[in-house]
Every structure is written in structure tokens, then in C-alpha cells.
């Protein structure tokens, strides 16, 4: 397994496992142009890639905070692995990007919302070394 960050060069590879994930087939997308948002300087995606394609990524972004006591935070925006690439330690490489972009940008920490109806995704993000007390609502806004 490689870990990858997604640029130009390897973004078709990625909106194969995109199209993969969506319509259940393992098949090439259509082309598709690579988004501007590639070249944002506080968005980082990484996939995972085993047996020559991508099988999992994660997106994070960095918020940069203006205090003289914190820095900015990471934050995962999106975390998946292919169901059967699961329970092969991918998720767990996927979080420590997180946690080398963490310390890369002398971040403060990193933050991120899990559905309290998903315990696989939290028991992962609890061996990360996560924690939660249940203070917190996640709501969005379309």
C-alpha cells in the first residue's frame, strides 16, 4: 500500500474509485476535468493505493486561526475505504496524514465530526486517539 496525494497527474485514478464508490462498478469514470480546488493551499487529499489502484481516501483542509495562543486546525472533511479493503490498517494510514499535516503546519490539532449512528468510524477515530464528550451538534446548511 502507497499513500498519494492527489494532484493533476493521478486524478483520474482517483475519480475512478469515486465512480467506484457512487455506482458500485469497478470501472474507469469518464474524464473529467481536474477541479480548481486541487490547487487551493489549505485543501489536502490522499488516497490509499493497493494492487495498482485507489482503494480509500481522506480529504482534509486546514482553517488557519487568527489568536495568539492557538493555530489554526486540521480537520477531516471525508475519510473511506472500500468495504472489502477494510480491516487491513488502510483507515489508520489514511489518519496519519492528519496527524503529519498536523504537525507540518505546527497546527494546533485536529478536529472532525462522525456520525453518532457510525461506531465502526468512531471506534477507528477512538484508536487514533480522538476523543468526544458529546458537546458537540454537527449542522449544515445546503
Known amino acids: 500500500m502507497t499513500i498519494e ?3 493533476s497527474e493521478n486524478y483520474q485514478d482517483f475519480c475512478d474509485m469515486l465512480y467506484w464508490r457512487t455506482k458500485g462498478v469497478e470501472e474507469k469514470a469518464p474524464l473529467e476535468a481536474v477541479p480548481d480546488e486541487l490547487n487551493d493551499g489549505n485543501l489536502y487529499v490522499y488516497a490509499a493505493r493497493v494492487d495498482g489502484r485507489f482503494v480509500g481516501w481522506i480529504s482534509l483542509c486546514y482553517l488557519p486561526k487568527v489568536s495568539r495562543v492557538k493555530k489554526g486546525y486540521v ?9 472489502k ?7 489508520k494510514a489514511l489518519m496519519t496524514k492528519a496527524d503529519e499535516l498536523k504537525t507540518t503546519l505546527n497546527a494546533t ?4 465530526y462522525v ?3 457510525n461506531p465502526i ?3 477507528l477515530y477512538t484508536a487514533c486517539g480522538f476523543t468526544g464528550d458529546d458537546t458537540a451538534i454537527f449542522m449544515e446548511k445546503e
Open 115 to 117: 456520525n453518532t449512528k
Open 85 to 91: 479493503y477494510r480491516n487491513r490498517g488502510i483507515a
Open 5 to 7: 496525494r492527489i494532484t
Open 121 to 123: 468510524a468512531q471506534h
Open 109 to 112: 490539532g485536529i478536529r472532525l
Open 75 to 83: 480537520y477531516v472533511d471525508e475519510l473511506w475505504t472500500a468495504e
